[in-house]
């Protein structure tokens, strides 16, 4: 049996590990919509909880930024 686990999330605080995967999240803007698409995330094989890489944050965090920052003009 082979899972698809990764070292990217370490364990998950109910010692579950997280499996690797990529979903789309969509940015609510008031502006325009915004979907960044595959962003890597780890869901727990245990208790289903979710995490993300810390490179997603940013990058989503830099997105959402961008647009207040144009929405504070
Ligand atoms: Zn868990």
Known sequence: MTE???VW???C???GAYRD???D???RSTTF???I???GQGSCLLCDSRV???STLLMVEASTTEESLKLRR
């Open 4 to 6: 698809t686990t990764s």
């Open 9 to 11: 999330y370490g364990r």
């Open 13 to 15: 605080p109910c010692g």
């Open 21 to 23: 995967r990529s979903i």
């Open 25 to 27: 999240v969509p940015i």
């Open 33 to 35: 919509p915004l979907v």
């Open 37 to 39: 698409t595959d962003v």
């Open 52 to 54: 993300y890489k810390a």
